[in-house]
């Protein structure tokens, strides 16, 4: 499959990043339904670098695969800085990687609330030293529109944490 081309673009500054710098990753997808990982592992020489990926829409799969708290999701919500936390987090744990990226979001058309619009996604980088949080909406996108655009902002965080 042929990825858009900026999204092939940035998956293969991020490998190539990740790959000068000496750094594996782990992906926890939920919006995305493992649509960073297979980014990453479209270009040549990602199995030197991508462990792999936990595809977690389901809160279940959150809990199960990589350990996100029940209590989070129910205080919180899945949609949420704090369960985009614990969900790379988890990964990070999980997959023994130096770095783990965590999406989750509303992709719509539907699901949408006052405090929670469709195109809300929360974004958690997870290294051993640190995770850092990023809250984004992408107002006026469809469906594939906001998956785009989180894939595109996953990468440019995967790729900038490479080369810091």
């Known amino acids: 499959m042929k990825l858009p081309h900026d ?3 940035l998956a293969a500054e991020t490998i190539k990043a ?5 750094l594996t990753v782990a992906t926890a997808e939920s919006c995305t339904g493992g649509l960073i990982a297979g980014a990453l592992t ?3 020489g990602s199995s ?3 462990y792999g990926g936990f595809i977690t829409y389901a809160n279940e799969a959150k809990i199960s695969q990589i350990g996100v708290p029940y209590a ?3 205080q919180h919500g899945a949609v949420s800085e ?4 614990a969900m790379a987090e988890g990964a990070l744990g999980t997959a ?5 990226i965590a999406v ?9 609330s006052a405090d929670k619009p469709v195109g809300l996604v929360h974004f958690a980088l997870a290294s051993e030293d640190e995770t850092r949080h990023v809250r984004k909406v992408f107002p006026k996108l469809d469906r594939d529109g906001v998956r785009h655009a989180t894939v595109i902002q996953a990468l440019k965080m995967l790729r900038d944490a490479a080369k810091a």
């Open 7 to 9: 999204i092939a673009t």
């Open 18 to 22: 990740l790959a000068a710098s000496g």
């Open 42 to 44: 479209s270009i040549s």
């Open 48 to 50: 030197e670098v991508v």
């Open 72 to 74: 989070l999701l129910k």
């Open 82 to 85: 704090q369960v985009a936390i």
């Open 96 to 100: 023994g990687t130096h770095l783990a």
């Open 104 to 112: 989750t979001g509303i992709a719509g058309p539907d699901g949408g």
